[in-house]
Nanobody, 121 residues
Framework: QVQLVESGGGLVQPGGSLRLSCVVSGSILSIHDMGWHRQAPGKERELVARITSGGTTNYAESMKDRFTISRDNAKKTVYLQMNSLKPEDTAVYYC???????????????WGQGTQVTVSS
């Protein structure tokens, strides 16, 4: 019933920037925490950033100097601004959100399908 769709991934040169977007749709009562994770080939999925409904953020230590998470509650969208990108940032980036829907009134953690980010010269 609830869907998350990421966009904005692609190929970028080292040192470049990219902004990812994730739109939440469906029969939604409320959206709580939202976040981004990533997974590179042969590695475990790792946290990139989180943001609460009140705007409180936290980041993985290796990314907090370069990445910024934000949200637009009216648009039901979470963003990830990525600057000074490095080849090691290459991964599939996944959006997630804690959502209560009108359909079942159960708090669930939903995931998007992911968007590929490739940093290469």
């Amino acid at each position: 019933q609830v869907q998350l769709v990421e966009s904005g991934g692609g190929l970028v040169q080292p040192g470049g920037s990219l902004r990812l977007s994730c739109v939440v749709s469906g029969s939604i009562l409320s959206i709580h925490d939202m976040g981004w994770h990533r997974q590179a080939p042969g590695k475990e999925r790792e946290l990139v950033a989180r943001i609460t409904s009140g705007g409180t953020t936290n980041y993985a230590e290796s990314m907090k100097d370069r990445f910024t998470i934000s949200r637009d509650n009216a648009k039901k969208t979470v963003y990830l601004q990525m600057n000074s990108l490095k080849p090691e940032d290459t991964a599939v980036y996944y959006c997630n959100a804690l959502v209560v829907s009108y359909t079942n009134y159960i708090l669930n953690n939903y995931w998007g399908q992911g968007t590929q980010v490739t940093v290469s010269s």
